[in-house]
């Protein structure tokens, strides 16, 4: 019956992964792919990998998988044209490595339920779920990321168990790996360490603190190096000027006072302007508008325009920071259950196979109401660590920490798009939130009722 069990799971990894690639081969594009895409063909002319504008790894993989010719221009115009430049080897990369990460994910569950009925039946839960593997067609960073994150948490979970410091050099490579999709995680690997120092330190094994910080600090090596490289080749004292977007979206979303704000008086009153356009979401995507308005002349990538609007915005939000934190705070629950229509798109060349995808939409779209819990069980499961410190408690908070550290990154330092930017933890926060409904008391007995049916 194990076996079983496991083969059934598996079955739910690859089984409506390859229904949905394969009935409809189309891949699709996002505004930002094409800033990828670009940096892709700006790496294959010879130029260099690091830029403020996009980290390198998702132009790499683009650049080694689709052969583009160095003024070639990819946009939505170009696109609709007929450009004949096929991307498929790239979304049947991230289909495979979807695989992958599902089989890690399978191990992981395996750990935490066991080989029975409860795993098989998150197994379906994550299996079915379009809004995790849909991400694959796009050409964007999500899927790479949100496996990543799975493999690593898995790796973590490997170093809990055996102690072999090699699992933990392992995962300071691959948090290096996500901060080069997704420059957000680049304290991913701290935000773990409080736990990790605390579960040696309660298991009288106080020789693995020290190798525990010096390794995890480690996973700071290359974001210090990247930043450094912005500042010597582009005059440029950050990571990414995403984030100089994204807060300048933040005070137009809070409708956050500037009148006393000053940065640069011959932009100060444009940069004004900026801040006081409309908080609809429209508006706030407009934001390259402010950067026309701004009129810097030889700044062909808008280095000295964002360095400007995130100057700006820093000051803003530190001028306001209650009300700063409060907004963001409240802006929790629609992180959770944001849907935003055209991510995930049903192109399926059978008609029933449409309807079937449009139900399973439908239970997605209920179920992240439930993960709101979350919100609960995050101070439970931290709650229930320090309260006893063994292996299960440590993985469960970390898997949560994980989760809360993407939530709130997104909620505190994004302005739109929060259904793309928690897709890449949504499979943690299932396996955390299902793991604490599964032992709700006035729960458990019917699950436990169900599972051995």
């Avoid at 993989?61 to 221009?73: E, G, Q």
């Avoid at 049947?92 to 395996?110: E, I, K, N, R, V």
């Avoid at 849909?134 to 990321?145: H, Q, R």
């Avoid at 990543?148 to 691959?174: D, Q």
């Amino acid at each position: 019956m194990k076996i079983i069990i496991i083969a059934l799971a598996v079955v739910f990894i690859i089984f409506p992964r390859w229904i949905y690639h394969t009935a409809d081969v189309h891949y699709y594009f996002f505004p930002d792919s094409f800033s990828y895409i670009d940096r892709a063909i700006e790496i294959a002319g010879g130029k260099n990998f690091i830029h403020p504008r996009r980290l390198p790894l998702y132009p790499f993989i683009i650049n080694s998988l689709v052969p583009i010719k160095k003024d070639t221009i990819i946009n939505f115009q170009t696109v609709n044209q007929g450009i004949k430049i096929n991307f498929r080897p790239l979304e049947d990369l991230q289909m495979y490595f979807g695989f992958f990460g599902g089989l890690f994910f399978a191990l992981l569950s395996l750990k935490i339920f066991g080989k029975n009925w409860k795993f098989l039946l998150i197994m379906i839960i994550y299996g079915m779920n379009l809004y995790i593997f849909g991400w694959e067609k796009n050409i964007l960073t999500e899927s790479f990321t949100m496996n990543f994150l799975i493999i690593y948490l898995y790796v973590i979970y490997k170093f809990i168990r055996s102690g072999n410091l090699f699992f933990l050099i392992i995962s300071t490579v691959i948090t290096n790996l996500v901060f080069l999709l997704k420059p957000a995680y680049l304290f991913l690997c701290l935000s773990c360490l409080p736990f990790l120092l605390y579960y040696f330190f309660k298991n009288n094994n106080n020789n693995k603190i020290f190798p525990v910080i010096i390794i995890s600090l480690f996973s700071l090596a290359i974001p210090l190096y990247y930043r450094f490289e912005n500042k010597r080749l582009y005059n440029y004292d950050g990571i990414s000027i995403v984030l100089d977007y994204n807060l300048m979206g933040k005070i137009i979303q809070y409708g956050l006072d500037t009148s006393e704000i000053n940065v640069d008086k011959d932009y100060d009153e444009v940069l004004k302007v900026c801040a006081a356009s409309k908080k609809d979401k429209a508006e706030m995507r407009k934001i390259n508008n402010c950067i026309h308005l701004l009129n810097l002349k030889n700044d062909p990538y808008n280095i000295k325009a964002n360095t400007l609007i995130g100057v700006f915005a820093r000051k803003v939000i530190l001028k306001h920071p209650a009300d700063y934190l409060i907004k963001s705070f409240l802006l929790l629950p629609t992180v959770f259950t944001d849907i935003e229509e055209g991510w995930i798109v049903i192109n399926q060349k059978f008609h029933l196979l449409n309807i079937f995808w449009i139900i399973l939409e439908d239970f997605y779209k209920l179920l992240r109401y439930i993960m709101l819990l979350f919100l609960l069980f995050y101070p439970l499961s931290i709650f229930q660590f320090f309260k006893k410190t063994d292996k299960t408690t440590t993985i469960i908070v970390l898997t949560g920490t994980i989760v809360f550290y993407g939530i709130i990154f997104n909620t505190f330092f994004a302005h739109v798009e929060y259904d793309r930017l928690k897709s890449v933890v949504d499979p943690l926060l299932l396996l955390f939130c299902l793991y604490y409904l599964f032992n709700l008391p006035f729960l458990k007995k019917y699950v436990d009722k169900i599972t051995k049916i």
